[in-house]
């Protein structure tokens, strides 16, 4: 299994930076390869993705979110992958966001590009469209949820 942990520094408040991201019917603006992800529930989503002509659906489950510090997630069948997205807060009006995933690449293709790094390059490359998106808005988020999600033990 992979891993890959990558950060940007955001120009808005930690509130913000949050409250953006768990808008995930919004990711297909900033993830490449994300064609649509609806929200099933409060920690349900159902992914829809096309990388290298590949296209994939899947189902993912939020197990931790706490408002303004951490989004985590994993998949559900299928493919294997898990992760966090946490926010620090820098001053009151800037924030790092930090990506932690771990992913199984499937096939002979996925593995090469974990090999050659192209996984690593791709999440850095969302999380720079993540900062274009959310400052290219004025700093305003498309929506926000605040409720709160607690790992939930198997």
Avoid: C, N
Wanted: aromatic share 8%; proline share 3%.
């Amino acid at each position: 299994m992979g891993s890959v942990t990558k950060s940007v520094d955001v120009a808005v408040p930690v509130r913000t930076a949050y409250d953006q991201w768990t808008q995930f019917e919004e990711f297909p603006h900033f993830m490449e390869g994300v064609k649509e992800v609806r929200q099933l529930s409060d920690t349900k989503t159902h992914w829809k993705t096309e990388i290298a002509g590949v296209k994939r659906e899947f189902d993912a489950e939020i197990t931790e979110q706490l408002p303004d510090e951490r989004v985590a997630w994993k998949s559900t069948g299928g493919m294997k992958q898990a992760g966090v997205i946490t926010f620090h807060r820098l001053d009151a009006t800037h924030t790092r966001v930090t990506a932690q995933m771990d992913l199984e690449p499937h096939g002979m293709a996925e593995q090469a590009a974990d090999k050659l790094g192209m996984i690593d390059m791709r999440v850095k490359g969302d999380l720079d469209r993540f900062k274009k998106f959310i400052e290219g808005r004025g700093g305003v988020e498309t929506g926000a949820w605040r409720g709160e999600v607690h790992r939930s033990e198997p």
